[in-house]
């Protein structure tokens, strides 16, 4: 078990919550940040509309005000530490091993981080990296969970299959195949039995079930891929219409 202090914030629906700060007269409505043409995209929506709602509200995304919002909070994040490692404009990890203002806990850093978020620019956070990933996620919106080192094993083997990092539906299908559905489950199997199945990344999957994660937060990270997309104005159906560039 690493004995890092690893806190994870993520913003809660990050780019909707920014329009309806700016914007009271769209808070507690639906409302979907993108565009309501056609063959348009959604970046982002807010939690009311998380629920199927014939009354979303488009809103079309500004791009470098959520840049701006993301700089202010990573401020926040520098009164604590610089070892952070940036996952998007809304999420991050940050090492509080050893943090400015010598707080002992990383649960009240995290709390201190929600409020100054909340307080400053009134948006609401939701706060080893396997564990600070999942905790984060458990009890949105507006959640705060932590994940004491003595329950970290009975928490994990509690956890289904699904919400291991890295097992996306197909990983998720042939482990429910060898049955394996929690935790508990794939913490039963042998090193040797998930490398064979799963490759390199049957290591990981061995050391998530024991609550070991030794991957450090890289404050420093190289880009290793880009993605662009492009959205068509009409459907197509035959592979000849679509262009490789």
């Known amino acids: 078990m690493t004995g890092r202090k690893i806190i994870h914030i993520d913003m809660d629906a990050f780019y909707a919550s920014v329009e309806q ?16 043409e056609e063959r348009g ?15 979303l509200i488009f ?15 990573h401020e926040i994040f520098h009164e604590y530490t610089d070892v952070i490692e940036p996952i998007s404009l809304d999420e991050a990890f940050l090492d509080v091993t050893e943090n400015k203002p010598g707080i002992p806990l990383a649960v009240d850093i995290a709390k201190e981080i929600k409020r100054k978020v909340r307080e400053r620019l009134n948006l609401v956070a939701s706060y080893n990296k396997f564990l600070a990933k999942i905790a984060s996620d458990y009890r949105k919106p507006d959640g705060l969970c932590t994940i004491h080192p003595a329950q970290a094993l ?3 083997a509690r956890l289904p299959i699904e919400s291991f990092w890295g097992v996306g539906p197909v990983t998720a299908k042939k482990m429910h195949t060898l049955g394996i559905h929690n935790g508990e489950q794939l913490r039963m199997q042998s ?26 937060v890289e404050a420093v990270r190289i880009r290793k891929s880009v993605g662009c997309e492009h959205t068509l104005e009409k459907d197509i159906s035959k592979r000849s219409s679509v262009i490789i560039e």
């Not at 009271?24 to 993108?34: D, E, Q, S, T």
């Not at 809103?59 to 909070?73: D, F, H, L």
């Open 154 to 156: 009975d928490f994990v």
């Open 41 to 55: 995209v959604v970046a982002a929506a807010s939690y009311e509309a998380k629920r199927l709602c014939p009354q």
């Open 59 to 73: 809103i079309p995304g500004r791009m470098e005000v959520y840049k701006s919002v993301s700089r202010q909070i």
């Open 21 to 36: 700060r700016d914007n009271p007269a769209l808070r507690g409505k639906p409302i979907a940040v993108g565009h309501a």
């Open 191 to 216: 090193l040797e039995m998930l490398t064979r199945e799963f490759g390199k990344v049957g290591t990981i999957y061995y050391d998530f079930a024991r609550g070991i994660d030794i991957r450090p």
